[in-house]
C-alpha cells in the first residue's frame, strides 16, 4: 500500500520569505513523487515530479522540491513567496507498478502580503 | 495551452437520480481517469480507462459507477442511482501513452456534485 502525508493543513508566511510544504511518503519499492496547486474553483495544476535522477526537482512557478530516500520526504520549497502562490498544494505518489496516484489531504499555503 | 474541461461545473441532484459527469480529455491523451474529493478531504482515485475499458478501479466505484466513451472526445462518469455521501467534487484526468507511468496527469476543474 502507498500513502503520503502532509503533516500541516495550513502553512502562513509573508511575500518574499522562502517557503516549505512538507511532504512524507510510504511505498514498496522506488516512488514516483508529484505535486499538484489546486487554486481556488480550478482543478489540479502539476507543478512537478520526481521520476528519477537528480533529488532536486525544479518545476513551474519557480518551485522546487527535493527528494531524499532516507527520510522518505518530497518537500516542497520556493525561495522568494508571491501572494499569488496562496493556494492549496497537494503531494501524491505513485508505485512504479501502478499508474494510480495517491495523494496527500492537502496543504493551504497562504502568502501574506 | 491544451486541458481537460468538465461539464457541468456544478450539478444538484435529489438522491436516487442518475447523473452523467461528462469530460473532454486533451486531445492527444489515451489514459483517462476519474477522481473525486470531498469536502475538506483528500482527492480519491475512481477509475482509470484505457483503450475503451477499465484498467484500474478502486473499491469506491462499485456497480452505482460506469464509465464510457461514447466518442472520439468524450469521457463520461455516470452514477446510477445516487447517495447523499456521493455528493463530492469529481475531477477528471488524462496522461499520454508511452511510458505512463513517468507521466503526470493533467486534471480538469472538476464537477461539483451536490446531491440533496
Known amino acids: 500500500a502507498q500513502s503520503v502525508a502532509q503533516p500541516e493543513d495550513q502553512v502562513n508566511v509573508a511575500e518574499g520569505n522562502p517557503l516549505t510544504v512538507k511532504c512524507t511518503y510510504s511505498v514498496s519499492g522506488n516512488p514516483y513523487l508529484f505535486w499538484y496547486v489546486q487554486y481556488p474553483n480550478r482543478g489540479l495544476q502539476f507543478l512537478l515530479k520526481y521520476i528519477t535522477g537528480d533529488n532536486l526537482v525544479k518545476g513551474s512557478y519557480g518551485f522546487e522540491a527535493e527528494f531524499n530516500k532516507s527520510q522518505t520526504s518530497f518537500h516542497l520549497k520556493k525561495p522568494s513567496a508571491l501572494v499569488s502562490d496562496s493556494a492549496l498544494y497537494f503531494c501524491a505518489v505513485r508505485n512504479r507498478g501502478s499508474y494510480i496516484p495517491t495523494f496527500g489531504r492537502g496543504t493551504s499555503l497562504i502568502v501574506h502580503p | 495551452e491544451p486541458e481537460v474541461t468538465q461539464t457541468p461545473s456544478h450539478q444538484v441532484t435529489q438522491m436516487g437520480q442518475e447523473v452523467i459527469l461528462r469530460c473532454v480529455p486533451i486531445?492527444?491523451?489515451?489514459?483517462f481517469y476519474w477522481y473525486r474529493q470531498i469536502l475538506g478531504q483528500k482527492v480519491e482515485f475512481l477509475v482509470s480507462?484505457?483503450?475503451?475499458?477499465?484498467?484500474?478501479k478502486s473499491e469506491i466505484f462499485d456497480d452505482q459507477f460506469s464509465v464510457e466513451r461514447p466518442d472520439g472526445s468524450n469521457f463520461t462518469l455516470k452514477i446510477r442511482s445516487t447517495k447523499l455521501e456521493d455528493s463530492a467534487m469529481y475531477f477528471c484526468?488524462?496522461?499520454?501513452?508511452?511510458?505512463?507511468?513517468?507521466?503526470?496527469?493533467?486534471f480538469g476543474p472538476g464537477t461539483r456534485l451536490t446531491v440533496l
Open positions: 484526468a488524462s496522461s499520454e501513452a508511452g511510458t505512463s507511468g513517468r507521466r503526470e496527469q493533467f
Open positions: 486531445s492527444n491523451h489515451l489514459y
Open positions: 480507462f484505457y483503450n475503451n475499458e477499465i484498467s484500474e
